[in-house]
């Protein structure tokens, strides 16, 4: 008999955390505000989808930008699955 692979889901904060370091490796002075996350299946699979804002800091005489995200984060591994910047 086969046995079950017994997996965790991954809790919010690590979600977040997964998503702040993709964010912050494309962008590094960035800092990163979270407004929701929500636990969602993409197909069998479950995905948290997060979403927020961060600002990245301007260089020599221009100014800062803010950008918004929506990123989906694979809820066994803490992958990044999709995103939208």
Do not use: C, W
């Not at 965790?8 to 912050?24: H, K, N, P, Q, S």
């Not at 069998?44 to 950008?67: D, I």
């Amino acid at each position: 008999m086969e046995q079950e692979e017994k997996r965790e889901l991954i809790g919010v904060e690590d979600a977040e955390r997964a998503v702040e370091r993709f964010i912050l490796g494309r962008y590094a002075d960035s800092k990163v505000n979270f407004d929701r996350a929500v636990l969602k299946a993409l197909g069998a699979e479950p995905v948290y989808e997060v979403e927020g804002h961060f600002a990245t800091k301007g260089r020599f005489l221009s100014a800062s930008r803010t950008k918004s995200f929506k990123i989906q984060v694979h809820a066994y591994s803490a992958k990044i699955v999709s995103y939208e910047m």
